[in-house]
């Protein structure tokens, strides 16, 4: 094998594969990526057996066809330092190493057959609908914050993603939720699609979040049994889903929250973060004491002292009610608009969220004791 790459095109694909592999795997193959030089192209491959990414550089100067795999943490640091858009030479050699050179640079890292990397063959060609990558990524971004980190509650570790229907039209719709705060948001599709409720896995979100980062286009998505596909322009993500229930997310959002609190949205977001600046844990609830056109905002921890801050604001009603500050960071980072607001019933009832100029997304978030 023997092959001539862009620096900048194979520190790009090398960097993806790093949110694949697992640090501390037990396999060596897996701290491996696989690579494969095919006339013109090369194929990079990474994997944890529950995720498999693909990603091709395309217009390569393949001299000799081949495929072997090697350390991946230690070729992207290499071709991290090398100077940015030099030509990078790689060589298998006789003893199965693989040199690299660019420029006054020479590597030799071992290799291992390319016959140990697990790859499975899957058909996925049944049904697959298309994305635009924009659209895919703004549903993925406003429900991601709200997945669980407890591990008990395997099916609540990801994002609940069917198909649903209003109104005679078609949505992709999404839910997360760790029991104490829920996004849903939901996309328009042109067309109904054949598609299977999944819970996909938070560590596939986030890697399809970088990819969709970067990418501008149609993704296809095509989902078989316990696994699901995402076909970018040069890359593939194949991931396994969760296999569990989804609890009934819609019974849980407030039907009689008829208390709104229309605040700036900008204004929110910087009180709520300054105020909580003295809860070293941000376990310290915000305390809301709201009256006609007036929030006070304030956080007391015994350790370190306490904050206050006043709003003016828009509300007809007296009440108090305490709130954690990440969870109102968190969703009111992902609003678009110039308000935020807040529809709530009574201090111990959870708050509705809304983002006036996004119809398509609500944030339910419980209130905090005491």
Same mark, same amino acid.
């Given at each position: ?12 694909? =090398? $960097?993806? @594969?790093?949110?694949? #592999?697992?640090?501390?795997? /037990?396999?060596?193959? !897996? %701290?491996? &990526? ?105 549903? =993925? $971004?406003? @429900?991601?914050?709200? #997945?669980?980190?407890?591990? /008990?509650?395997?099916? !609540? %570790?990801? &994002? ?211």
């Amino acid at each position: 094998m023997k092959f001539n790459v862009n620096q900048q095109d194979f520190q790009q694909a =090398l $960097n993806y @594969c790093q949110g694949v #592999i697992e640090k501390r795997s /037990t396999l060596p193959i !897996l %701290s491996n &990526i696989l690579l494969n030089a095919q006339s013109s192209n090369l194929t990079v491959t990474a994997t944890d057996l529950d995720l498999i990414f693909i990603h091709q550089i395309k217009n390569v100067e393949v001299l000799e066809e081949g495929t072997t795999t090697t350390t991946s943490s230690t070729l992207y640091d290499i071709v991290r330092k090398l100077s940015s858009g030099k030509k990078i030479n790689l060589t298998l050699n006789e003893q199965s190493k693989l040199h690299l050179q660019s420029e006054k640079s020479n590597f030799n890292l071992n290799c291992m057959s390319a016959s140990e990397f697990p790859i499975t063959g899957e058909d996925f060609n049944q049904d697959v609908f298309v994305i635009k990558s924009k659209q895919l990524l703004k549903l =993925l $971004n406003k @429900c991601k914050f709200s #997945i669980s980190n407890d591990e /008990t509650r395997h099916y !609540l %570790s990801g &994002i609940y993603i069917h198909k649903t229907e209003f109104e005679d039209k078609n949505y992709l719709t999404a839910a997360a939720t760790d029991s104490h705060r829920m996004s849903i948001s939901k996309i328009r599709l042109d067309k109904d699609i054949v598609f299977e409720p999944i819970i996909l896995p938070k560590k596939t979100i986030f890697q399809l979040c970088s990819l969709l980062d970067n990418y501008d286009g149609d993704v296809k998505i095509s989902n078989v049994k316990s696994k699901i596909k995402f076909e970018l322009n040069n890359s593939v993500l194949i991931s396994k889903l969760i296999d569990g229930k989804f609890p009934n997310y819609i019974q849980v959002i407030p039907k009689n929250n008829q208390k709104k609190l229309e605040i700036d949205l900008k204004l929110f977001l910087n009180s709520v973060d300054r105020v909580a600046s003295v809860s070293l844990d941000k376990k310290d609830g915000v305390k809301f004491e709201i009256s006609k056109d007036n929030l006070d905002l304030s956080v007391n921890n015994t350790n370190s002292g306490d904050g206050k801050e006043n709003l003016k604001v828009k509300f007809e009603h007296e009440l108090d009610i305490s709130f954690n500050s990440r969870y109102l960071i968190d969703v009111a980072s992902q609003l678009e608009g110039d308000n935020i607001e807040l529809y709530l019933k009574d201090t111990g009832s959870p708050a509705l969220i809304k983002d006036p100029s996004d119809f398509d997304s609500i944030y339910v978030v419980m209130p905090m004791k005491g």
